[in-house]
């Protein structure tokens, strides 16, 4: 009787562990490698990272993750650096969206990731573009 | 009020803001941002334009209001409501061009942006609500009329092109839009 609690709890414990790390995944809706569209919320809402159009580029996942990024979608909004000024001091997106980095600069086309609170709905049909 | 049209990213911190502060409630508003989208644009292809009342020099609300409930403050250039002659008649949001005001079913009254003057202008306070909170300083708050404050200058930079919303109806608005 006492192992058959165990076994269970055990199960029980391993399900939920695999729910956790599937939810940090995000699995994109039409089963691509990679996070799918990421919202930012914090700071301020509708802020648009789709790892899509990043891949497509040819960028593998080593290029941001975990150095710059975490594997669990949204972490980065809750750090207080995660800001405008945070990434002119290069830190997350400011990696490489700099003056002088390899993509156009956090302080340029502010729209491109910025998609705009009644934006959140149409994301992923903007994504797909 | 100057606008720099291209700084607005729609985290609409500033309608919340101003809800806040103003009471205005859920089906009504004083401030939007309004979007739209543009596939052609080669860099930017959505944009956002931040509304809200013009304050007109020649309000077409206070031309219309049969009560005298709306009126344009001669000491500031503000157009007010004062609630109490409001006969929800409605007249006022039929000629604003820019569909600036709503009924409040709380007030029965017209309720309207004041460039927060109740709230916080009268209190002291230097800035609006919705210029105090943007984190993308795309409002600019002051005083047109004084050369020394930024929103005039601004405005009198002959570098930069300004308009303003929807000229033809002639009313004269007082919140310019501009880029860069």
Same mark, same amino acid.
């Given at each position: +009787? ?15 562990? +695999? ?10 809706? /039409? ?16 802020? =648009?990272?789709?790892?899509?159009? %990043?891949?497509? +580029?040819? =960028? ?5 993750? /975990?150095?710059?990024?975490? +594997?669990?979608? =949204? ?5 207080? /650096? ?6 002119? /001091? ?6 490489? %969206? ?15 990731? %910025? ?15 | 009020?100057?606008? *720099?049209?291209?700084?607005? $990213? ?25 979007? @739209? ?7 930017? !292809? ?22 005298? #409930?709306?009126? !344009? ?13 409001? $006969? ?40 609006? #609500?919705? #210029? ?18 930024? #929103?005039?200058?601004?405005? *009198?930079?002959?570098? !930069?092109?300004?308009?303003?919303? @929807? ?11 501009? !880029?860069?």
């Amino acid at each position: +009787m006492r192992t058959r609690i165990i076994s269970l709890l055990i199960l029980i414990l391993a399900a939920a562990a +695999m729910i956790t790390v599937y939810e940090g995944l995000v699995v994109a809706e /039409d089963g691509t490698v990679g996070g799918g569209e990421i919202i930012f919320t914090k700071p301020v809402k509708s802020v =648009l990272f789709s790892h899509k159009s %990043h891949t497509s +580029m040819g =960028l593998d996942c080593n290029a941001c993750h /975990d150095k710059i990024f975490q +594997m669990q979608a =949204l972490s980065a909004q809750n750090k207080a /650096d995660f800001t405008m000024q945070g990434l002119y /001091d290069k830190k997350y997106c400011g990696s490489c %969206h700099a003056k002088d980095g390899m993509a156009f600069a956090s302080d340029t086309q502010c729209a491109r990731c %910025h998609i705009g609170t009644k934006g959140l709905n149409s994301a992923p049909k903007e994504a797909k573009k | 009020m100057v606008i *720099h049209q291209d700084r607005c $990213i729609d985290c609409e911190l500033c309608m919340t803001a101003c809800v806040t502060t103003n009471n205005v409630p859920t089906y009504g508003y004083r401030t939007r941002v309004l979007e @739209r989208d543009d596939p052609k644009a080669s860099e930017r !292809k959505r944009e956002f334009i931040p509304v809200l009342c013009n304050q007109c020099n020649n309000p077409p609300c206070v031309l219309g209001c049969p009560t005298k #409930a709306t009126y !344009k403050n001669p000491a500031n250039g503000i157009v007010m409501m004062e609630s109490e002659k409001c $006969i929800g008649c409605k007249t006022c949001m039929e000629a604003c061009p820019y569909n600036a005001r709503y009924f409040n079913e709380e007030t029965s009254a017209v309720d309207k942006c004041d460039f927060c003057f109740n709230s916080r202008l009268s209190k002291g306070e230097k800035l609006t #609500a919705c #210029a105090a909170v943007c984190p993308a300083k795309c409002r600019v708050f002051g005083d047109l009329s004084d050369p020394g404050s930024e #929103a005039y200058q601004v405005v *009198h930079n002959l570098e !930069k092109t300004v308009w303003v919303l @929807r000229p033809d109806a002639g009313a004269k608005p007082n919140v310019f839009y501009m !880029k860069g």
